[in-house]
């Protein structure tokens, strides 16, 4: 098959009557059996914005990413992606979408270059091997059967084929889970590329830190549902903040502050609704104190937090 220089940057074609969002779930639920893994969510991702969505081990992301792709069935709901419902439209969908499944579904004889080489026989979007072997740092395993491969470099490959002539929608299913960090950023550059080129990207991950360097948008799911979406300022602003020092066992007097102080030995933690204005007030008390201050750390919520407090709300949701 002759190869056309890589379209990867082309930009997307203007759709005049294409919705704002590249993705609109309504009510979606979906059933194993007895077990009722999506209960009744409610998504929108805007077309040109990466969307993470992140949740507990078990809250249904991976059975929410395989309807969006058109491998599982819903039992209610209503599901369009790029216009289309993928239920019945998957053959469509699949020319203009990109998918990274958990575990990828290699051919390990094939070598790298073999597997690229079938993936452009495989779909209509054109694009260049080489380009996509520099940007997953896979040229020197190019020749290496996919079965050789480490975990990460499978995963890298998995990652090239889903961006492969770069599609309007890339799918990722946990993207760089096991991936050292330099080739985490790799991917986070490559992801940044596709938002760059107009392209809409629906992640999912368990990494905090990724979540917001790459997304616009996020969801937390928690047992079938949305337990809280938005950006994840947002979202994080809804949770208490924190910050710690260690202050001489000798000082006792600490000054009055909005949130709850815990005290162990030397270290000190609050945790509060007020970052600026209760670390203004330990400042300012440490300063006119002369109490120094080396390790001191402000932070606001972390992820666990929130799951935390997901968790909670959920137990007192199931208890009333
Ligand atoms: P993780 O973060 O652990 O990857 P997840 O949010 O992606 O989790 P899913 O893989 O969607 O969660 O699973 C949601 C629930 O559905 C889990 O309780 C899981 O055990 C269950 N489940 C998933 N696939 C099946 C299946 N094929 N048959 C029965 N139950 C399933």
Not at 10 to 35: H, I, K, T
Not at 290 to 308: F, K, Q, T
Request: glycine share 8%; aromatic share 4%; proline share 4%.
């Amino acid at each position: 098959m002759t190869q056309t220089p890589a379209t990867a940057a082309a930009p997307v074609a203007p759709d005049r009557a294409a919705s704002e969002y590249a993705v609109e779930v309504q009510g979606l639920r979906v059933r194993y059996g007895d077990f009722e893994a999506v209960r009744g969510i409610d998504l929108e991702v805007r077309r040109g914005e990466i969307f993470a969505l992140l949740g507990t081990n078990g809250a249904g992301k991976t059975t929410t990413l395989e309807v969006l792709e058109g491998f599982g069935s819903r039992s209610g709901g209503t599901v369009s992606v790029l216009g289309l419902d993928p239920a019945t439209d998957r053959a469509a969908l699949r020319e203009r979408m990109g998918v990274q499944l958990q575990e990828g579904g290699f051919v390990d004889e094939l070598t790298v270059l073999e597997t690229l080489r079938l993936w452009d026989r495989l779909v209509d979007r054109r694009d260049r091997p080489e380009r996509l072997l520099d940007r997953f740092e896979l040229a020197s395993r190019r020749d290496v059967r996919v079965g050789k491969l480490s975990g990460g470099e499978k995963r890298r490959l998995d990652l090239a084929l889903a961006v492969w002539g770069s599609p309007e929608l890339v799918i990722l299913d946990e993207p760089t889970t096991g991936l050292d960090p330099e080739s985490r950023r790799r991917t986070w550059d490559a992801i940044q590329e596709l938002q760059e080129a107009g392209r809409t990207v629906v992640l999912t991950t368990h990494y905090l830190e990724e979540a917001e360097a790459l997304a616009d948008r996020v969801a937390i799911m928690h047992e079938g549902q949305v337990a809280v979406a938005g950006t994840l300022t947002e979202i994080v602003a809804t949770q208490p903040a924190g910050f710690s020092a260690t202050l001489p066992e000798t000082v006792v007097d600490l000054p009055e502050l909005s949130g709850s102080v815990h005290r162990d030995g030397e270290r000190v933690r609050v945790c509060t609704d007020d970052l600026q204005g209760d670390l203004t007030a330990f400042l300012t008390w440490a300063a006119a104190r002369g109490v120094r201050l080396p390790d001191l750390r402000a932070a606001p919520a972390s992820l666990a937090d929130i799951y935390h407090a997901v968790r909670n709300e959920q137990l007192e949701a199931n208890a009333r």
